[in-house]
């Protein structure tokens, strides 16, 4: 983990682009500028493990975060994949409990971080600081509970596909082929990132790839005709 240090602009620009600090005024950002640092992850790292005191808020300035619970079989459940502005485990920070879940950069990733006990000395501190927090909290909720909507209702195969496009328009990677999502996902991980069983899911992504929508690879998924998928996620 390598240490880019406080400098207060460059955090006070992270700080404007995140979800729940960017409704805050330029002034109480560059406070929370004062006290944060930014870390770089390399792929593979953790930022916490399940379990761990939640003494730390992070917030992802750039890469992708993949927050996951490990089962009681090994293997591991995503919960969510963050990027630039997501917070990742906050709720845990605000509650003052160990981190539910644990927290990987699936890429090369920087994160904002600001220790929990001088957040929240400076909410007591600026009142102002806690009205801007819960706007921006708000906005969050509203977000996360429309993309469980998109994520959970309608045909399996509408799900999917509105899965996929939300994954190449965050983190695909465009080329010749088609867009490159450098996100590799088991069948059951897909299953569980939509609420299907893994037999549907290895039904539909065996289909899409005879087809030639969506090719499964070692380190990811191309999606290979946009177009018709976007079709399949209005059916």
């Not at 957040?119 to 600026?126: G, S």
């Not at 993309?147 to 496009?165: D, I, P």
């Given at each position: 983990?390598?240490?880019?240090?406080?400098?207060?602009?460059?955090?006070?620009?992270?700080?404007?682009?995140?979800?729940?600090?960017?409704?805050?005024?330029?002034?109480?950002?560059?406070?929370?500028?004062?006290?944060?640092?930014?870390?770089?992850?390399?792929?593979?790292?953790?930022?916490?493990?399940?379990?761990?005191?939640?003494?730390?808020?992070?917030?992802?300035?750039?890469?992708?975060?993949?927050?996951?619970?490990?089962?009681?079989?090994?293997?591991?459940?995503?919960?969510?994949i963050f990027g630039p502005g997501d917070p990742v485990g906050?709720?845990?920070?605000?509650?003052?409990?160990?981190?539910?879940?644990?927290?990987?950069?699936i890429e090369p990733a920087a994160c904002l971080l600001i220790?929990?006990?001088?957040?929240?000395?400076?909410?007591?501190?600026?009142?102002?600081?806690?009205?801007?927090?819960?706007?921006?909290?708000?906005?969050?909720?509203?977000?996360?509970?429309?993309?469980?909507?998109?994520?959970?209702?309608?045909?399996?195969?509408?799900?999917?596909?509105?899965?996929?496009?939300?994954?190449?328009?965050?983190?695909?990677?465009?080329?010749?082929?088609?867009?490159?999502?450098?996100?590799?996902?088991?069948?059951?991980?897909?299953?569980?990132?939509?609420?299907?069983?893994?037999?549907?899911?290895?039904?539909?992504?065996?289909?899409?790839?005879?087809?030639?929508?969506?090719?499964?690879?070692?380190?990811?998924?191309?999606?290979?005709?946009?177009?018709?998928?976007?079709?399949?996620?209005?059916?």
């Amino acid at each position: 983990m390598r240490d880019n240090g406080s400098v207060a602009d460059p955090l006070h620009d992270a700080l404007k682009q995140t979800t729940i600090f960017r409704r805050l005024s330029a002034e109480d950002r560059q406070r929370l500028a004062a006290v944060a640092t930014v870390h770089d992850f390399d792929r593979g790292e953790y930022l916490f493990r399940e379990g761990d005191a939640s003494d730390t808020l992070y917030t992802v300035v750039s890469g992708r975060v993949k927050v996951f619970k490990t089962t009681a079989r090994g293997t591991d459940l995503i919960l969510e994949i963050f990027g630039p502005g997501d917070p990742v485990g906050a709720v845990a920070v605000y509650e003052s409990r160990p981190y539910p879940a644990s927290a990987v950069a699936i890429e090369p990733a920087a994160c904002l971080l600001i220790p929990r006990q001088t957040f929240f000395a400076l909410l007591e501190t600026y009142p102002s600081m806690v009205r801007g927090l819960l706007t921006g909290l708000t906005h969050r909720l509203v977000e996360l509970t429309t993309r469980l909507t998109e994520l959970s209702t309608g045909r399996v195969e509408a799900r999917l596909a509105r899965f996929f496009l939300k994954l190449a328009d965050t983190m695909g990677q465009p080329g010749e082929a088609g867009t490159f999502v450098p996100l590799a996902l088991s069948r059951q991980e897909l299953a569980d990132m939509i609420g299907t069983s893994i037999e549907t899911a290895i039904r539909v992504m065996s289909r899409w790839g005879k087809d030639g929508l969506v090719r499964t690879d070692k380190e990811g998924f191309l999606i290979q005709d946009r177009p018709t998928l976007e079709s399949v996620a209005l059916s």
